[in-house]
C-alpha cells in the first residue's frame, strides 16, 4: 500500500462519483469521447448506453471498493452463495434505481439528446441461467446487498449464456448468445488466478513425522481467472461482489514447444480445450444428463472458489475451529456439492487436519438448497467418470460414504435394506455418486423452496435422512422476488401510484407495508388510475406484439399468459389444449352466446431445452394453433393466440405488468415453488393455478376468493397414475374432442403432434393432463365470469398485490440469514 506520506495526495485525489445531472453528463460525456472515441457526430443509442453505464460503474466501483475494505475489516461472519447459474438481466436499470440517480439520468440524457428508455433497451440481458433457480440466485444478490449482508456470490463466467430463441415456421430454433462483446459490469482481475487441477492420480507418502499423507498428482492444470461484477443494494451505499470464473489455458501448460516448433494448431489446440470449460451453460433446466464437461465445470468453479474462500480467511490467522464462525457457504441446488468434497480435500490433504475435525468443518460450514423433487433432475455422477477426472475427490466421498454407513448400521441395526437406499453410491451399473445425499451428509441445514415442496422432499427422497439426523436439520424457506426490479423497475406507474398513496417508496424494503393498500379499496380515483396502469402495460406489450409478431391484439381483451420453461411438468399442453376447447367452443357458438363473452389473448412464452423433443412439439402445436386462429376471421378478437420468442428477463419485465391472469398449472407435487407466480400476483394480474408449490402460500396470503384453483391435489396423485397405468381410465370427452380436432388435420399435419397426443391417451399420462381438464375448463369459465365484473375484479388485483409482502426475497434472506446462516449484516457507517 502507498506510504503515510502520499496518503494525503491520494485522498485529494479521490475518484467522487456524480450526484448531480450536470456530472453526470461530464462523466457520459468523457466516456464516450474517451473511452470509447467517439464524438457527438457519431453517437447512436448504443454508444449513449455506453457512456451512460460506464458513468454509473464508476460510481458502484466506488462503493464497492468501500463495502469490501468494510468487510474486510469487520471481523465478522461472512455468507458464499454458490450458484451455477446468475440470471441477472439487464444492469443499467437496476443501478439507476438502486443508487437513487434515474431521474438525474433521465434529465441528463435528454440534454444529451436521448430518451432513457432507448438508452436503458440497448443493453445486452446477463442471461447466465436457465429459469426459476437462476433467477432466484439474483434476487437474492440484490436483496443480500440491500439488507447489507456481507456477501458474495461465486459462479461461472460463460461465454455463452441461455441460447437465444428464434420461432421460425413455428418451430424452435437455437442461435447461440454471445453477449460478452461490451460487458462495463464486469472487471477482469487477472492478478487473481487460481490453477485447477483434473485427472492424474493420488499416491500416499510418510512426511517428516512419519504421518501419512495422501498426493493427487499429475493430470492437467487449467486455469481459473476471476471476474468481478458489483451488486449495488437498493437505498445503502453497500456494494457487495459477485465473482464469475473464467477458464484458461495455464501458462505453465500452453505448449510453447509445439508452438516454437511450428505445431501452432496443436498448441492453439491445449488453449481452446481450456477454455470450452466456461465457454456454456448447459440449457436443460429440471433435467440431468451426466455429460464430463458439466463436471469439470462444477469442479473448476467449486475449487476456484474453495480456493478464493480459504485464502481470505487464512488472511485472518484465526485457528481452523474458527473456520464456520466466519464463514458461511450456501449450494444453490446440488451443483456445487463438490465444494463440499473440496473443502475436505483442502483441510485433510494439504492443511493436515485429522479427518473428524476437517469433516466438522465442513458440516458446520455448508447448507444446501433443494429445487426438485423430480427423479430425472437429481445429480447423479457416474463413479467410472469421476474416478478418471477426480481420483481424490472420488476417494474421499468413499471414505465420507463408509464413515456414515457404519453410523447408521450402529443406529439402526435392524433394517438391513436402510444402508442400500441411503448409501452415496448408488450399487448401478455402473455405480453412480447421488450428489443430493452427499450434500445432505456435508451440510447443516437442508431446505426445500416452498412450503408443500419441504414438506414433500421430507417425505420421498431425504424420508430415510430425516430418521437419521431428526427432523431439525430440514427447513422450509419460501422462495421471494425482489421487489425493485419486479414492481418497481418492472412497473414504474404502479410503484409510483402506490408510492402515493402509503407516503413514500419505503414499501421497496419493507414489503409487508403493501397491506395499507387495502384502505384506498373505496377510493375510485386510485382505482381508476390502477385500471389505467394495466390498460397502459397492456398496450405497451400489444405493441411488442405487433412488433415482434405481426399480429394484432386488442388491449381490452382479457390477457391470459403463460411464461415459463416448456416442460411438460409445467403443463403448457394443458394450456394449449384448453385453447383448443374454447375455440372449437367460440366457433359452435351463435352470435348471441358471442356477444357475452370476454374477448381473450392467449399469450404463451418460453424455451425448450434444445434436446427436449416433447417440449418443442408443444411450442409447435402453440404456434400451429395461432396460425388458424389468429387467422379465422368468424374469431376476430374473440380470441387469439400468441408465441413470443426469446423469453428472457427483460421481456418478462414488459410481460408481467400487463397480464390479466397468468397460468401456473403443474400438475400438483412437480413445481418446487415457482416464482413468476409471485411476480403476477404483484404487478396486479390474478392467477389460475394447481394447489403446487408457492401458489399454496399464495392462496393463504392473498385469500382464496383471489384465486383460481382446480385440479387434482398432489396427495392423489399416486393413485391417478397407479389408475392409468392399470386401465382403470376413461379420457375426458371434451379432451377426446380437442384430440380429434388435432386429428383433423386442423392445425397442419397431424403426425407433428401424434406423440404428444399419445402421451396422454395411450402413455399412461404422466403428468394427468386428463385428470385436469375438465376442472381446468370450468375454471376458465370462472374466470371469464369473473372478468366481467370489473369492478370486483379490481378489487381482487388490489387487495391481492396488498397481501403479497411475505413474497419479498428480503423477508427469504432474513430467514436464511437466521435460520441457516448465523450472519448478520455489516451497514455503512454515514
Ligand atoms: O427453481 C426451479 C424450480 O423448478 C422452481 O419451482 C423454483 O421456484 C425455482 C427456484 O427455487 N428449478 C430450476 O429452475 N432448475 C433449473 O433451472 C435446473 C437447471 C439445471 C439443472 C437442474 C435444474 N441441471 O441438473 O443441470
Not at 376471421?633 to 413470443?644: M, R, S, W
Request: proline residues 3%; charged residues 25%.
Amino acid at each position: 500500500s502507498i506510504p503515510e506520506g502520499q496518503r494525503e495526495a491520494w485522498k485529494k485525489h479521490s475518484v467522487q462519483g456524480f450526484t448531480t445531472k450536470d456530472q453526470f453528463e461530464d462523466e457520459t460525456v468523457r466516456h464516450i469521447e474517451t473511452t470509447l472515441a467517439r464524438s457527438l457526430f457519431n453517437c447512436d443509442e448504443l454508444a449513449a448506453y455506453s457512456g451512460a453505464a460506464l458513468a454509473f460503474r464508476d460510481r458502484l466501483i466506488i462503493e464497492w471498493n468501500k463495502t469490501q475494505q468494510r468487510q474486510t475489516f469487520a471481523d465478522q461472519k461472512r455468507v458464499y452463495y454458490l450458484s451455477l447459474e446468475f440470471l441477472m438481466g439487464r444492469a443499467l436499470d437496476n443501478a439507476m434505481l438502486n443508487v437513487g440517480l434515474k431521474d438525474v439520468a433521465r434529465a441528463g440524457l435528454k440534454d444529451l439528446g436521448f430518451r432513457i428508455e432507448d438508452v436503458i433497451s440497448q443493453e445486452h440481458d446477463a442471461a447466465l441461467g436457465n429459469g426459476g433457480l437462476g433467477r432466484l440466485a439474483a434476487c437474492f444478490l440484490d436483496s443480500m446487498a440491500t439488507l447489507n449482508y456481507p456477501a458474495w456470490g461465486y459462479g461461472l463466467r460463460y461465454r455463452y449464456g441461455i441460447f437465444k430463441q428464434e420461432i421460425v415456421d413455428g418451430y424452435q430454433v437455437e442461435v447461440p448468445d454471445y453477449w460478452l462483446d461490451f460487458n462495463p459490469w464486469e472487471f477482469p482481475r487477472h492478478d487473481i488466478t487460481v490453477d485447477i487441477q483434473f485427472y492424474g492420480y493420488v499416491r500416499k507418502e510418510k512426511d517428516e513425522d512419519g504421518k501419512t499423507v495422501t498426493i493427487w498428482e499429475g493430470g492437467e492444470i487449467v486455469d481459473a481467472v476471476a471476474y468481478d461484477v458489483p451488486i449495488p443494494g437498493y437505498g445503502t451505499a453497500t456494494t457487495n461482489n459477485l465473482r464469475l470464473w473464467s477458464s484458461k489455458a495455464s501458462k505453465g501448460e500452453f505448449d510453447f514447444q509445439k508452438f516454437n516448433s511450428g505445431e501452432y494448431e496443436g498448441s492453439v489446440g491445449d488453449q481452446q480445450r481450456a477454455e470450452t470449460i466456461s465457454a456454456v451453460l448447459y440449457p436443460n433446466d429440471n433435467l440431468e444428463r451426466g455429460k464430463e464437461l458439466r463436471l469439470k465445470q462444477q469442479y473448476f468453479w467449486c475449487a476456484a472458489s474453495l480456493f478464493d474462500i480459504v485464502r481470505r480467511f487464512k488472511k485472518t490467522k484465526k485457528p481452523w475451529s474458527k473456520f464456520s464462525d466466519m464463514v458461511a457457504i450456501q449450494l444453490n441446488d446440488t451443483h456445487p456439492t463438490l465444494a463440499i468434497v473440496e473443502m475436505q480435500r483442502i483441510l485433510v490433504d494439504i492443511e493436515g487436519l485429522d479427518w473428524a475435525e476437517a469433516w466438522s468443518i465442513v458440516q458446520g460450514t455448508f447448507s444446501y438448497a433443494n429445487h426438485t423433487v423430480m427423479p430425472e433432475a437429481l445429480e447423479k455422477w457416474s463413479v467410472p467418470l469421476m474416478q478418471n477426472l477426480l481420483p481424490r475427490h472420488l476417494q474421499i466421498i468413499y471414505e465420507v460414504n463408509s464413515q456414515f454407513l457404519q453410523y447408521v448400521e450402529k443406529t439402526f441395526p435392524k433394517d438391513r435394506d436402510m444402508l442400500r437406499r441411503v448409501s452415496i453410491i448408488e450399487e448401478s451399473q455402473p455405480k453412480m455418486v447421488r450428489m443430493a445425499y452427499l450434500a445432505t451428509i456435508g451440510s447443516h441445514k437442508v431446505n426445500g423452496v416452498a412450503e408443500l415442496h419441504s414438506d414433500l422432499i421430507k417425505t420421498t427422497i431425504f424420508k430415510d435422512f430425516v430418521t437419521i439426523y431428526g427432523p431439525d436439520k430440514f427447513t422450509n424457506v419460501t422462495n421471494g422476488i425482489t421487489p425493485r426490479r419486479w414492481l418497481h423497475q418492472a412497473n414504474p406507474k404502479l410503484s409510483e401510484l402506490i408510492a402515493s398513496k402509503l407516503g413514500g417508496y419505503d414499501f421497496l424494503t419493507d414489503l409487508t407495508k403493501l397491506n395499507k393498500l387495502e384502505h384506498f379499496l373505496d377510493d375510485a380515483d386510485f382505482k381508476k388510475e390502477w385500471q389505467e396502469i394495466k390498460y397502459a402495460n397492456k398496450v405497451r406489450l400489444a405493441q411488442h406484439i405487433k412488433d415482434t409478431t405481426g399480429v394484432s391484439v386488442n388491449p381490452k381483451a382479457l390477457f391470459d399468459i403463460q411464461v415459463k420453461r416448456i416442460h411438460e411438468y409445467k403443463r403448457q399442453q394443458l394450456n394449449i389444449l384448453g385453447v383448443i376447447h374454447r375455440y372449437l367452443t367460440i366457433k359452435a357458438m351463435s352470435p348471441e352466446e358471442r356477444k357475452k363473452l370476454a374477448p381473450r389473448v392467449s399469450i404463451f412464452g418460453g424455451k425448450a431445452a434444445p434436446g427436449y423433443w416433447m417440449a418443442k412439439t408443444v411450442i409447435h402445436l402453440v404456434c400451429s394453433v395461432g396460425e388458424v386462429v389468429n387467422n379465422d376471421k368468424d374469431i376476430g378478437d374473440l380470441l387469439k393466440v400468441i408465441y413470443i420468442e426469446d423469453y428472457n428477463v427483460s421481456k418478462a419485465e414488459i410481460i408481467t405488468p400487463a397480464s390479466d391472469i397468468s397460468e401456473h398449472i403443474s400438475t400438483a407435487g412437480t413445481e418446487a415453488s415457482g416464482t413468476s407466480n409471485m411476480k403476477f400476483v404483484l404487478n396486479g394480474g390474478l392467477i389460475i393455478g394447481t394447489c403446487d408449490g408457492a401458489n399454496i402460500e399464495i392462496t393463504r396470503e392473498i385469500g382464496e376468493s383471489n384465486i383460481f384453483l382446480f385440479g387434482n391435489l398432489a396427495e392423489d396423485v399416486e393413485d391417478l397414475r397407479h389408475a392409468h397405468t392399470y386401465g382403470d381410465f376413461q379420457l375426458d370427452p371434451d379432451l377426446n374432442k380437442v384430440f380429434e380436432a388435432i386429428k383433423s388435420g386442423r392445425f397442419g399435419d397431424a403426425g407433428r403432434f401424434s406423440a404428444l397426443c399419445n402421451s396422454i391417451i395411450e402413455h399412461g399420462d404422466y403428468y394427468l393432463v386428463s385428470d385436469d381438464f375438465n376442472s381446468y375448463v370450468k375454471t376458465h369459465e370462472l374466470v371469464d365470469e369473473a372478468y366481467k365484473d370489473q369492478e370486483a375484479w379490481l378489487e381482487k388485483c388490489i387487495t391481492s398485490v396488498a397481501r403479497m409482502g411475505f413474497f419479498s426475497s428480503d423477508r427469504c434472506i432474513q430467514e436464511y440469514a437466521e435460520m441457516i446462516w448465523n450472519v448478520e449484516p455489516l451497514p455503512p457507517k454515514e
